[in-house]
C-alpha cells in the first residue's frame, strides 16, 4: 500500500511558475513508476508526466518543454516544476503510482492515487 499526498497548487497567473510536490509513504517508493495526470472541468483525465525508478521521463506533448517531472527517492517525494503556464493548464493534478516496469500513459492502469492539487492559471 501506497499512500500519497499532493501539495503546492495555486492561482498564478500566464507565464508564471509551480512546483508540486507529492509526497509517498508506505511500501518501496523508488521501485514504483510516478506519473502525474490532471483534470479539468467536464474532461477526462489527462496524462500529463511520468518517471521511472531509474529517473527516465516521459511527457505528453501539451506539456513538453515547459513541464520537468523528477523524484528524489531518498524523500519519497516526486516534484512537477510548470514553468510557462497557460490558462489551459488549468485543472486539478493528481499524483499517481504504478507498481510495474514500463511507461504507463493510461490512468486506470495506475495502483495508486492522491488527492490532488487545484492548478489556476489567469489569463
Known amino acids: 500500500q501506497v499512500q500519497l499526498v499532493e501539495s503546492g497548487g495555486g492561482l498564478v497567473q500566464a507565464g508564471d511558475s509551480l512546483r508540486l510536490s507529492c509526497a509517498a509513504s508506505g511500501r518501496a517508493f523508488s521501485s514504483y513508476y510516478m506519473g502525474w495526470f490532471r483534470q479539468a472541468p467536464g474532461k477526462e483525465r489527462e496524462f500529463v508526466a511520468t518517471?521511472?525508478?531509474?529517473?527516465?521521463?516521459y511527457y505528453s506533448d501539451s506539456v513538453k518543454g515547459r513541464f520537468t517531472i523528477s523524484r528524489d527517492n531518498a524523500k519519497d517525494t516526486v516534484y512537477l516544476q510548470m514553468n510557462s503556464l497557460k490558462p489551459e493548464d488549468t485543472a486539478v493534478y493528481y499524483c499517481?503510482?504504478?507498481?510495474?516496469?514500463?511507461?504507463?500513459?493510461?490512468?486506470?492502469?495506475?495502483?495508486?492515487w492522491g488527492q490532488g492539487t487545484q492548478v489556476t492559471v489567469s489569463s
Open positions: 518517471i521511472s525508478w531509474r529517473t527516465s521521463a
Open positions: 499517481a503510482a504504478v507498481g510495474t516496469s514500463g511507461v504507463v500513459r493510461v490512468a486506470r492502469e495506475y495502483d495508486y
